[in-house]
């Protein structure tokens, strides 16, 4: 009898080993998703009104909604080709590209206050130096023949000041610990690519890091590297080296491959076809996924007040999902849209509220019932040791 019931014991006290361990692995968890204009590209967070911008590049307009709500707040029309978002917190404006304009949004008033026109057509990517006050902007080889430069506006002229000459520019990252932008750049017909880094003092390149490809910057504060899509890996590069220290493999780009710093956790998450990926950047490696189903997945950023990541799916209309940080359980997919808006084709800013139906997602679902399976089987071991516990004590004689 005893036999049995400590095998009993040992199988079970197994079994709860390896719920624990199946209970640490993160998968992300989906909580909504926002329809918004045609095509968006860029996403951006506003810390000071806790509020999203997504930039669409079809439809011509960029529509801010709140992160506790998700529901869209207002649509600022009649922007041409706009693309790239970058948040000046220093004067509280929202930064757009759009085709041969760049501009101010006031977050405050949510209307543009400021048109930099003396820009390089075909603008793309964006990022802000916040220890300078000024916008870093590159422009598309792609469908013009463009310079390749960089150009830095003063935000507080709302002017070009400088031109930075660079090969084939594509996205930037801003190093606010050492006042640098990373720009992730390719050497044009003559092939290649490497990671220039561009003093913001000087606005000249100090050095260049050679890498396998071009692709998409996060900024990693608490680390000090930088996160690059280098063709089919993530590399990460230190900003105190500024040598390539990690490579992350086993990611999927697909489509675009935008990435984003989470601060809360330390992690990167990566926009990819079909999926969004979380990266650890204490041990450089994917520990979660999160089936999207995004056949153009363009724009990624994370909300530090809600601790949510926010992606972009780039179609007509395209879609925003809202993805928590902390959720664990099984990885779903989740493609039905909860909120949506209109655009208009006034030029006028324009306010629209929505009220979005939230409803728990299958990941949820599957976290909560493997958090009450565990708990379950921890009650149910408890009362098996217990039990044999009780049997297996010496039996005491009671005198009279």
């Known amino acids: 009898m005893k036999a049995k019931a400590t095998k009993f014991l040992g199988f079970m006290i197994i079994l709860l080993f390896a719920l624990s361990a199946a209970n640490t692995v993160r998968a992300i968890g989906v909580t909504t ?59 509280g404006e929202m930064w757009v590209t759009g085709g041969t304009v760049a501009y101010a949004i006031s977050d405050a008033t949510k209307a543009i206050v400021g048109n930099v026109t003396d820009v390089l057509p075909n603008l793309t990517r964006i990022a802000y130096d916040s220890g300078k006050g000024e916008i870093f902007v590159s422009a598309s080889a792609y469908d013009v023949p463009t310079p390749d430069v960089v150009q830095v506006i003063s935000d507080s002229s709302n002017k070009v000041v400088d031109n930075i000459t660079t090969q084939t520019p ?18 044009g017909e003559a092939g290649g690519a490497n990671i220039a880094v561009i003093s913001d003092t000087t606005n000249s390149v100090n050095t ?111 879609t925003v999902a809202v993805i928590s940080d902390s959720s664990s359980g099984t990885s779903v997919s989740s493609t039905s849209p909860t909120s949506s808006v209109t655009s208009s084709t006034s030029s006028t800013p324009t306010t629209t509220s929505t009220s979005p139906t939230t409803s728990p997602s299958s990941s949820q679902a599957s976290s909560t019932s493997l958090s009450l399976s565990y708990l379950l089987l921890v009650a149910v071991t408890a009362g098996v040791i217990l039990s044999l516990t009780l049997v297996t004590l010496p039996r005491t004689k009671i005198r009279a």
Do not use: C, R
């Not at 041409?80 to 978002?85: A, K, R």
């Not at 697909?254 to 076809?273: C, H, P, Q």
């Open 208 to 318: 260049t890091i050679p890498v396998s490809g071009t692709g998409f910057l996060a900024y990693d504060s608490a680390k000090g590297e930088i996160f690059a899509q280098t063709g089919y890996t993530v590399s990460v590069i230190s900003d105190s080296s500024n040598k390539v220290v990690a490579t992350v493999s086993g990611v999927n780009f697909g489509w675009e491959g935008t990435l984003a710093y989470d601060s809360g956790k330390g992690e990167i998450y990566m926009n990819g076809e079909n999926q969004v990926e979380v990266i650890s950047d204490s041990t450089n490696k994917v520990i979660g996924t999160w089936n999207t189903s995004f056949s153009q997945p363009t724009g990624i950023a994370y909300d530090s007040g809600t601790g949510e990541i926010f992606a972009a799916n780039s179609l007509i209309p395209g």
């Open 33 to 91: 998703t926002v329809t918004v204009g045609s095509n968006p590209v860029g996403v951006a967070y506003d810390p000071a009104t806790h509020e999203v911008f997504v930039a669409n590049y079809q439809s011509d307009d960029v529509q801010i909604f709140s992160d506790s709500t998700n529901a869209v707040v207002a649509d600022i029309t009649g922007l041409p080709g706009v693309y790239d978002l970058a948040y000046d917190s220093g004067k």
């Open 170 to 187: 594509f996205a930037m990252v801003y190093d606010s610990a050492k006042g640098e932008i990373f720009l992730s750049q390719s050497n």
